[in-house]
């Protein structure tokens, strides 16, 4: 039983297109994550949210809207999509804000 | 201030060697470090973590050393294996907050066979 799953694993679109990524823990836990990770590995967050309510959002585009309908899942919506927006992108859930995440296999966004 | 420092962007180590990964940090606030292992494809998973009141926890192969003086610590694998071969981040943060993790840059590590 996958502890976060997260659909699709790959994407492959135009820009100006919009996608959505959906995630779902079971765990139970109270906190979700969503991370870009970039062609350098680098891991950025993007939002955090606990019991469904947001908590952290960083310097996103407002492109990116994440709902969060209930405290298992949590999905990214993508408006417009620029070439830039190229990365994969992770889901992560954690029992609290520090404590160990667990991630998804991450989804792989190409923009044309 | 919030930075976490990691070096070294990547590494070769010949099976059998001891990689090091080192993590530097200026916060003192900072009270978890953990390690975190990427293979490729898959998400980061957690490997160990340790809090500033040890300098040195081991978990099978995997050893964090922690420098709090220096506001430093070090990941060492011994008896490195290929299946090792991974992106290793380090991270820190203050438990018990609303207090989200901070990520060092990620090594990517080779093990030649």
């Known amino acids: 039983d996958t502890a976060v799953s997260q659909t699709p694993k790959y994407l492959v679109t135009q820009m100006g297109n919009d996608k959505s990524i959906k995630c779902e823990q079971n765990?139970?836990?109270?906190?979700m994550y969503w991370y870009k990770q970039d062609s350098k590995k680098f891991l950025k967050i993007m939002f955090s949210?606990?019991?469904?309510?947001?908590?952290i959002n960083e310097t996103v585009p407002n492109r990116f809207s994440p709902k969060s309908p209930d405290k298992a899942h949590l999905n990214l919506h993508i408006n417009s999509l620029e070439l830039g927006d190229s990365a994969v992108y992770f889901c992560?859930?954690?029992?609290?804000?520090?404590?160990?995440?667990?991630f998804g296999e991450g989804s792989r966004l190409t923009v044309l | 201030q919030q930075q976490v420092k990691q070096s070294p962007q990547s590494l070769i180590v010949q099976k059998g060697g001891i990689p090091i990964i080192n993590c530097a940090y200026e916060?003192?606030?900072?009270?978890?470090f953990p390690w975190y292992q990427q293979f490729p494809g898959k998400g980061p998973a957690l490997l160990i973590a340790?809090?500033?009141d040890v300098s040195e926890k081991k978990e099978g192969r995997f050893t964090i050393s922690f420098n709090k003086s220096a506001k430093q610590f070090s990941l060492h694998i011994m008896d490195s294996q290929p299946g090792d071969s991974a992106t290793y981040f380090c991270?820190?943060?203050?438990?018990?907050?609303?207090?989200?993790?901070?990520w060092g840059a990620g090594t990517k590590l080779i093990i030649k066979p």
């Open positions: 991270a820190a943060s203050i438990m018990d907050s609303n207090y989200q993790l901070i």
């Open positions: 916060n003192t606030a900072f009270d978890y």
């Open positions: 340790i809090r500033p």
């Open positions: 765990l139970g836990h109270d906190t």
């Open positions: 949210y606990n019991n469904k309510e947001l908590i």
């Open positions: 992560a859930s954690s029992q609290d804000y520090t404590g160990e995440l667990f």
